[in-house]
């Protein structure tokens, strides 16, 4: 039984910074493709960033150069730091993983195996 928690998630001022963790338990991070999407409301789900069991990063545009996705297979968690936040980046963000030989950003959504989300909000 895979299980994925969500931490760190809350309410930042434009340009502020937030690092979103993810625990996993039931799924190894070494041998699989993790990543992170997100869902603003209204909107379609979005996939953020990911890395392969190789620890090959991918990240959409619309973040690429601002977040950054880390993965500690010691400790089996993934983390995504998250800087030069606009209002854009307001969404609820989901931790996910599964099996996929193209380990890609936009894949992630895709994934059955995911977390309960937190909300992410960036606002003046």
């Known amino acids: 039984h895979v299980q994925l928690v969500e931490s760190g998630g809350g309410s930042v001022q434009p340009g502020g910074s937030l690092r979103l963790s993810c625990s996993a338990s039931g799924f190894t991070a070494s041998r699989g493709c993790m990543g992170w999407f997100r869902q603003g409301s209204g909107q379609e789900r979005e996939g953020v960033a990911s890395i392969s069991k190789d620890d090959v990063p991918t990240y959409a545009s619309s973040v690429m150069g601002r977040f950054t996705i880390f993965k500690d297979t010691s400790k089996n968690t993934l983390d995504l730091q998250m800087d030069s936040l606009n209002p854009e980046d307001t969404a609820v963000y989901y931790c996910?993983?599964?099996?996929?030989?193209?380990?890609?950003?936009?894949?992630?959504?895709?994934?059955?195996?995911r977390g309960q989300g937190t909300q992410v909000t960036v606002s003046s």
């Open positions: 996910a993983a599964g099996v996929l030989t193209m380990c890609t950003a936009f894949a992630i959504p895709s994934f059955a195996n």
